[in-house]
């Protein structure tokens, strides 16, 4: 049996660590969502994401979400 067989679903060592909740930053745990953007709007999500320090596009709608980051809309 390879190596990457040995384990069934889910119960690779590896994976059953990703599982264990994790730490979190607002005190509740996250939960996954989904979302649809185009390339362009994902990369100027990322990069605004690091122009203000932020870890992830993740960290980036939490402080949205939260009002620590208040969003205004360009004019074109």
């Known amino acids: 049996m390879s190596k990457a067989n040995q384990y069934g679903r889910?119960?690779?060592p590896n994976?059953?660590?990703?599982?264990r909740p994790r730490k979190t930053?607002?005190?509740e745990p996250k939960k996954i969502r989904s979302l649809t953007v185009t390339n362009t709007g994902w990369t100027g999500t990322?990069?605004?994401?690091?122009?203000?320090d932020c870890r992830s596009a993740s960290d980036l709608l939490e402080m949205i979400g939260r009002g620590r980051i208040k969003c205004t809309i360009a004019k074109s």
């Not at 994976?15 to 599982?19: A, E, G, R």
């Not at 990322?46 to 203000?52: F, I, P, Q, R, Y």
């Open 10 to 12: 889910g119960e690779n």
């Open 15 to 19: 994976s059953q660590k990703q599982l």
């Open 25 to 27: 930053d607002w005190g």
């Open 46 to 52: 990322l990069d605004v994401a690091a122009e203000l």
